[in-house]
């Protein structure tokens, strides 16, 4: 217990009391459905008053430094501000969006990129960042997919874990570290049908197997904070949820930080049904284990009458209210509330040199090589000439990327730029060809001339950066718009086609994997966006990346991942098997079970051959270790680097279970013709899972490894995990 919040607390009214559990947003722009509430004038009186504990989405060493100085100077208690923001992916050195950092199984460089967007936030006044998301998306209608790390609860966490410790350093107290908020407490990446913010229901089994743990191991990564989710999770929102925040969060987890909700998502509950009033519902939130009310006005407003009424006691506002303390405490803020707030670090931080180059190589690592016919790929700087067509090229806008509030829409490198950039001598004819928000076809022709007198087409298709994010859910999850019609008139023109897919999920591409040529996933890939598309094309990068998440054949399939279920009935054929034979099977009769591309996948202009999977024993007892070898490769005539992932299957349980689950992963660089031997290894613990009875163990019994370069193609082999 510290003395001065202890002392604080004895000093402060009820009033003062609910003021540090609100939190509005400042006067710089809304990431919600309510207008901004007030203007900087009325924020002075209310820091005054001691009835706001900080602001978010505002930023500025010197506007910062005004508000700080107001609430340290002329409040009664003179208790600083927090300064929260969704610095995502970067804040003006904008890096990939989080999928695509996924997308390179780097884990050390997705925790550069955290450590960077910290530096340069806290040098403009946050000091509450409201990221990682770490909500495990699998259904690709979810426009937030963009901004986590994928399907897998296995890599999630780890990336989850990195992210918090870029951001939060060893020591929340220095200047270049923020808070990090964990969010969204919990499952909101499972909302029926992927429709942003809809019910979200299932087992505890799966909701402990699939979704809780990426947020525990950012709490266990020492995350200060943690989001609620606006759905509800089994007809409770999360944000009044004593199951989710108080037993699992705080009990189990032993979590003692603070709990903010998300927008609004306090009030909100009277809109879902579960209260009867906004008083209703700060009662049920303060008490289910929300600390703070972000832009609700519900706990300003209700929680000393609640208190003096009796209806919620002071012991549970003094909880809430010592988070929030010991949060500012942790940050420094009473030591020196304007750490934050530094001009000189405001000039020097932002979109360094340093930190440029940091996105580059990022952005060079995202991108993931889905085809590439006869080895089109990697072009040559020189020669033949190339039709660069799409909007999507050209306009840098659009690689800022979903969550890219503080970055300029002229910030980013585009295609073209990078392009031209990269191979000067080369002829380049760029072509708009579509509108991203409309479906007017008057680019076509053009297009289709440029096209026309040029030896290679490169086109920029996909998703736009606001059409995924929140409130960008999909019902249809193909290239948007009339791209596809263009794509089809320019394949009539039968040259090579090269397509940049830009995309914020599992992107539906049926069309480009049968008719082009080669195909980038390119996500939206941030300030260096032309760069690191350039270096792929000319093979100044080989490729490296491979797929967070399952790319489905049509949304028809949706959810779609990889360590699904056997079911009963399991098809996987491809309907060329007598109808008898298939008829009573798990599937569509209209579309394959099986993805477009699955999970970890993605090529290299290297060719990586596995071999010779040995495992140290045929069986293995709960005090064993298995270790696991495989020879890996590279067969092609360039550098290159592979991620080796390593899956399992438990072949029989007390309940079924996935048929594979990633278990480990190395992403190794191989010279070309070089031949590494890779080993993984496991233990029981690696093997456990929450059984019939809903404990946490193994069982005994046939295990199958799985290792190779995707989730698909693996080689194979068993062991016995015995008494
Ligand atoms: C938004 C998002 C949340 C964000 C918050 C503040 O609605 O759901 O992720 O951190 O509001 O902008």
Redesign the pocket.
Known sequence: MSERIESLLAQMTLEEKAGQLNFP?GDLFV??PAMITAESAEFDDRIRNGTITGL??IHGAKYTARLQRIAVEESRLKIPLLIGA?VIHGFQTMFPIPLAEAASWDIEAIEESARIAARESTAVGINFN?AP?VDIARDARWGRSAEGAGEDPFYGSLVGAARIRGFQGDDLSKPYTVAA?V??IAAYGAAEGGREYNTVDMSERRLREVYLPPYKAAIDAGAATV?TS?NEFDGVPVTASKFLLQDILREEWGFNGMVVS??ASVPEMVIHGSANDTCDAAKQAIEGGTDMD?MGEAFIEHIPQLVQDGKVSMETVDHAVRNVLRLKEKLGLFDDPFRYSDEKREKTELRSRKHLSAAHDMARKSIVLLKNQNQILPLAKEGKSIALIGQLAENSAEMNGCWAYFAKPYHPISFLTGIKEKAPALTINYAEGYHLYNETTRYFDEAIEVAQNSDILVVAVGEGAVMNG?AASRAEIGLPGNQLSLLKELKRLRKPIIALVSCGRGIAIPWLAENADAILVNWALGSEAGRAVADVLFGDYNPSGKLPVTFPRSVGQAPIYYGSRTTGRPYDGDYSEPKSERIYTSKYRDEKNSPLFPFGFGLSYSTFRYSNLQISQEQITAEDRLRVFVDVENAGEVAGEEVVQFYIRDMVGSVTRPVKELKGFKKVKLQSREKQTIEFSLGANDLSFYRRDMTWGYEEGEFEVMIGGSSESVLTTKFNLIS
């Open positions: 947003v990431t919600g978010f989405n969704d409201f998301m908020c969010k969204h989001m606006f998300d927008w972000m929140e």
